[in-house]
């Protein structure tokens, strides 16, 4: 179903005349609502803003241990890159192991001979 002009003609008088006649604030209503704003607002601050000294002192104490932290992340991704890890040699680990159980272990439990354990 179409609509022809002539069908729209009585809305759009009725919204130009309410366009025309448009409510006004009474003065008093208007001077209470200001009133009732200006109450609702808050009260200066009392924690002034920080000046420019302060504020690179907050700066510097959020920036250091992020800067430590960078600092220390470098050196120990520079100490594994530059210190060559030990190939893992079995025989080397089995001895190692075996000169402590020679030296340390062996007299605390009173032992000659470390196969006499008899696992």
Avoid: N
């Avoid at 104490?61 to 190939?87: H, K, N, S």
């Avoid at 079995?90 to 192991?97: C, E, F, N, R």
Wanted: hydrophobic share 55%; proline share 11%; net charge negative.
């Amino acid at each position: 179903m179409m609509m022809r002009k002539t069908e729209q003609t009585e809305p759009d008088r009725s919204l130009a005349a309410a366009r025309d006649h448009a409510p006004q604030m009474p003065d008093t209503l208007r001077q209470r609502i200001l009133a009732d704003a200006r109450a609702a607002l808050p009260a200066a601050d009392p924690f002034p803003a920080p000046g420019a000294r302060q504020q690179w002192r907050l700066a510097w104490r959020w920036a250091v241990p992020g800067l430590a932290g960078a600092a220390c992340a470098t050196l120990a991704g520079f100490w594994i890159g530059a210190a060559v890890p030990l190939a893992p040699d079995a025989p080397v680990w089995a001895l190692a192991a075996l000169d402590y159980l020679d030296g340390v272990a062996q007299p605390l439990m009173g032992m000659a001979d470390p196969l006499a354990m008899e696992f």
